[in-house]
């Protein structure tokens, strides 16, 4: 940290944590709305629940089969749903026998759920495959499973237009945001050490200042002000992240009181056209860069180097809950320092504090199962080599190597039902149907290793 000039922040899932059982609820109930009344869905649509406890992060999403799939870090599928329909052993290895591992990346077949807003989507998509493989006729049984996901995303994107999410969150922020009262100290205690603070949020200046007015004071409604905006450097909103990381925008300066949109030179207030002045000394100050403190949208990185003075991309840390659009590009493009959010952490964490013996346990048994392995493939290797040698072993000593054989296949087959059970046992503690965050089975699970390549850094939460 002490090597650190500015440290960077997403807004939303990042300072702010949505509470999923009531902003999730809310946007599925949008979505629903929205697929009834502009893409002509069945009306029992409206009558779906959302359970925000049933989705998680890290899985991939098989568009065309109207699959869900939990990957490990091999891309190996380890766990997958049809609906609420679990698949089979069998029909799981398809997918190996059918598919290249780096299929799982083409956006045409597969999405990713790595951020907390996915969730309800991907919840939404569960049910209405479910539901198109009981319905016999109508809108559902015509669409096949890659178009219901396209018309869910333009559902979600719809409410994010038309504003009926803002203004849900915006009506009662308590309701939807959690309100972290270690935040304020900690910027206060960067600031004081020296860090410059910034934020780059895709969210635009209007939703950003309800967010974050809520955040640091509290306020709401009418007793909005622009308080919070001392506590930071520079705010990029409308980012348009991951753009922002890697491709050129139009960056505009965005006037906080009445949220206008100024057009800007790379950063420089444009001259006035309309005056006369042609003074030299106003001209230099025109052409000087932005003073830090100001409200942005769009744009790029450079904008953040330049008003922050940074003369290194590995002086700054950026703090994101999305993988792809927060760590990946300003990782891999530009050399940041990254640190991701992870909440579900938390309920990680308690649980392996609750089972602290199962992990060593399950390792040892592991490790057993493979001992006995091999001592069985010794074997077999032992007598294959006799019979290719004309079968040099006695009739005693064949016997003597079968028993031992059988006695080790006994042994390995009840260690190995014995550490399946435990294992899944120990997984449904984490998540009744997806298992631990970080794990498949006993390899890391494809989120897992994501974290491991592109954060520097990972923490629950940012107070």
């Known amino acids: 940290m002490a090597s650190l000039q500015a440290i960077g922040f997403d807004m939303d899932y990042t300072l702010a944590q949505y509470k999923p059982e009531t902003f999730e609820a809310l946007a599925y109930r949008l979505t629903t709305e929205k697929l009834v009344r502009v893409f002509n869905y069945p009306q029992e649509v409206l009558d779906l629940e959302f359970d925000w406890n049933y989705m998680t992060r890290g899985l991939t999403i098989d568009k065309k089969r109207g699959n869900v799939l939990k990957l490990d870090r091999h891309k190996y599928v380890k766990i997958a749903y049809h609906g609420f329909k679990k698949l089979s052993t069998e029909e799981r290895l398809q997918y190996h026998a059918t598919e290249r591992t780096n299929a799982f990346d083409e956006p045409q077949s597969y999405t990713q759920i790595d951020t907390l807003f996915s ?38 994107d719809l409410s994010h237009r038309d504003g009926s999410l803002k203004r849900g969150v915006a009506s009662d922020p308590g309701h939807y945001i959690h309100q972290d009262k270690n935040l304020v100290p900690l910027l206060e205690d960067l600031r004081f050490s020296g860090k410059k603070l910034f934020i780059v949020t895709n969210s635009l200046w209007d939703y950003t200042n309800i967010v974050m007015n809520y955040l640091i004071s509290g306020k709401a409604g009418a007793d909005k002000n622009l308080d919070w905006l001392d506590h930071f450097d520079v705010v990029v909103t409308g980012s348009a992240k991951p753009r922002f990381f890697n491709e050129n925008q139009p960056l505009f300066q965005v006037n906080p009181t009445s949220g206008c949109l100024l057009n800007t030179d790379e950063g420089n207030p444009m001259a006035n056209l309309d005056s006369s002045d042609d003074d ?55 050399g940041w320092r990254t640190m991701l959010v992870v909440p579900e952490m938390e309920h990680e964490i308690e649980v392996l504090n609750q089972n602290g013996d199962t992990p060593s346990n399950l390792f040892e048994m592991r490790r057993k199962r493979d001992t006995l392995q091999d001592k069985m493939q010794r074997i077999r290797w032992l007598i294959q080599t006799s019979e290719r040698d004309g079968g040099n072993l006695s009739d005693s000593d064949r016997e003597d190597i079968d028993k031992e054989y059988l006695a080790l296949e006994k042994e390995y087959l009840a260690l190995r039902d014995e550490h399946d059970k435990t294992l899944a046992g120990f997984h449904t503690k984490f998540h009744s149907i997806w298992g631990q965050l970080l794990k498949t089975g006993y390899q890391n699970s494809r989120f897992a290793n994501q974290i491991g390549r592109f954060a520097c850094l990972y923490t629950s939460h940012i107070g």
Do not use: C, W
């Open 280 to 334: 030299d000394d106003d001209l230099e100050e025109v052409l000087e860069p932005v003073p830090a403190g100001k409200v942005f949208q769009g744009g790029n990185y450079k904008i953040i180097n330049r008003m922050l003075n940074t003369a290194a991309n590995s002086e700054l840390l950026y703090v994101g809950d999305h993988i792809y659009g927060d760590i990946l590009k300003s990782k891999k493009t530009l």
């Open 119 to 156: 969730l309800a989507e991907a919840y939404m998509f569960v049910q209405l495959v479910d539901m198109k493989d009981r319905a016999p006729s109508g809108v559902l049984a015509q669409k096949s499973y890659q178009e219901i996901y396209a018309d869910i995303r333009n559902s979600i």
